[in-house]
């Protein structure tokens, strides 16, 4: 099985708390996927990075699409940022941590992210873009990649996150999600992602 590379730290602690008593267990687990295949393509890339903030960052990288963050008129993404900062703040992060992991939840959605300075960034959305897309997947060694869908199944979540993509692109028609789908078809693109069995 996947070595767990999770931090032991309280801040840690709080944010996968947050992740778990304000999302369904089908965004949980894509979340706790997101810092798994994060981690593994930075780690690809020898890209050195802080573990707390890249944990913190993944596991509450779509806390807009939560209960807390479904109000507003802002894009989900940016929404979740600025919760995803006072939960560190809240937990006694510091703020440097707190506006790295608004970053990394904000800019999360953005197609030049994997080219960021910041790591933590940059991880945030090669890890979701791996889980929702599939991008960079075939990177990493298929012994990994199913060993993180064997401790985190995805169990419908394509569909999941389909609905939720539609329900942002057609509440919010200047979203991020919303001006993706103009641009690229990104909903029809995670639609379309080539899981398999494992959708």
Same mark, same amino acid.
């Given at each position: 099985?996947?070595?767990?590379?999770?931090?032991?730290?309280?801040?840690?602690?709080?944010?996968?708390?947050?992740? !778990?008593? $304000? $999302?369904?267990? @089908?965004?949980?687990? *894509?979340?706790?996927?997101? *810092?798994?295949?994060?981690?593994?393509?930075?780690?690809?890339?020898?890209? $050195?990075?802080?573990?707390?903030?890249?944990?913190?960052?993944?596991?509450?990288?779509?806390?807009?699409? $939560?209960?807390?963050?479904?109000? &507003?008129?802002?894009?989900?993404?940016?929404?979740?940022?600025?919760? +995803?900062?006072?939960?560190?703040?809240?937990?006694?992060?510091?703020?440097?941590?707190?506006?790295?992991?608004?970053? %990394? @939840? +904000?800019? *999360?959605?953005?197609?030049?992210?994997?080219?960021?300075?910041?790591?933590?960034?940059?991880?945030? *959305?090669? &890890?979701?873009?791996?889980?929702?897309?599939?991008? !960079?997947?075939?990177?990493?060694?298929?012994?990994? @990649?199913?060993?993180?869908?064997?401790?985190?199944? !995805?169990?419908?979540?394509?569909?999941?996150? =389909? !609905?939720?993509?539609?329900?942002?692109?057609?509440?919010?028609?200047?979203?991020? =999600?919303?001006?993706?789908?103009?641009?690229?078809?990104?909903?029809?693109?995670?639609?379309?992602?080539?899981?398999? %069995?494992?959708?």
């Amino acid at each position: 099985m996947i070595r767990s590379t999770r931090p032991d730290t309280p801040l840690a602690d709080a944010a996968e708390e947050l992740l !778990r008593t $304000s $999302s369904p267990p @089908v965004l949980v687990a *894509h979340c706790l996927r997101t *810092h798994a295949f994060a981690t593994a393509l930075l780690g690809r890339a020898n890209r $050195s990075f802080d573990p707390e903030v890249l944990f913190v960052a993944a596991a509450l990288h779509d806390l807009g699409l $939560s209960a807390p963050g479904e109000d &507003g008129t802002a894009s989900f993404e940016l929404r979740g940022a600025l919760l +995803a900062r006072e939960a560190v703040i809240r937990a006694g992060g510091e703020p440097p941590a707190a506006d790295l992991v608004h970053d %990394a @939840v +904000a800019l *999360h959605l953005e197609l030049d992210a994997a080219d960021d300075p910041r790591p933590e960034v940059a991880g945030v *959305h090669l &890890g979701a873009a791996a889980d929702v897309l599939r991008l !960079r997947l075939d990177d990493l060694p298929a012994e990994l @990649v199913g060993d993180v869908l064997e401790r985190w199944p !995805r169990e419908g979540f394509t569909e999941y996150l =389909v !609905r939720a993509m539609r329900r942002e692109a057609k509440t919010r028609p200047s979203s991020r =999600v919303a001006e993706l789908d103009r641009e690229i078809g990104f909903i029809g693109l995670i639609a379309a992602a080539p899981f398999g %069995a494992h959708r």
